[in-house]
C-alpha cells in the first residue's frame, strides 16, 4: 500500500510524485509483489461528459499540483500497467 506524497508545501509535487510512483511500480515489479495498492483522490474522476474534476476550477491552486500528479499518474501510467494486480 503506498500513499506516498512529497509534501503539499513541495514547488516540486508533481515530478517528485510521478518519479517516485514510477520507482514504486518499479520495486513492487521486482520485489514480486502480488497486488499494489495506491491511494489516490478524486481528482481524475470525471463530473461531467469529458471533464475531470482536476480540470474543472474546483480544486484549490495551492494543491492542484498535487491532486494533478496523482491524477495523471493514475490515467497515463497505472492504466497502462499490466504486469501487476493494483487498485487505486
Do not use: C
Not at 520507482?23 to 463530473?47: E, H, P, Q, W
Not at 461531467?48 to 474546483?58: N, Q, T
Amino acid at each position: 500500500i503506498s500513499a506516498f506524497n512529497p509534501g503539499w508545501n513541495n514547488p516540486n509535487i508533481y515530478d517528485e510524485t510521478i518519479k517516485v510512483y514510477l520507482t514504486i511500480i518499479d520495486g513492487v515489479k521486482k520485489a514480486g509483489v502480488n497486488r499494489f495498492l495506491m491511494v489516490g483522490g478524486a481528482g481524475s474522476l470525471f463530473i461531467a461528459p469529458g471533464l475531470r474534476l482536476m480540470d474543472s476550477g474546483e480544486v484549490p491552486e495551492n494543491i492542484l499540483p498535487g491532486v494533478k500528479a496523482l491524477g495523471e499518474f493514475y490515467l497515463n501510467f497505472l492504466m497502462k500497467e499490466k504486469e501487476i494486480d493494483w487498485v487505486f
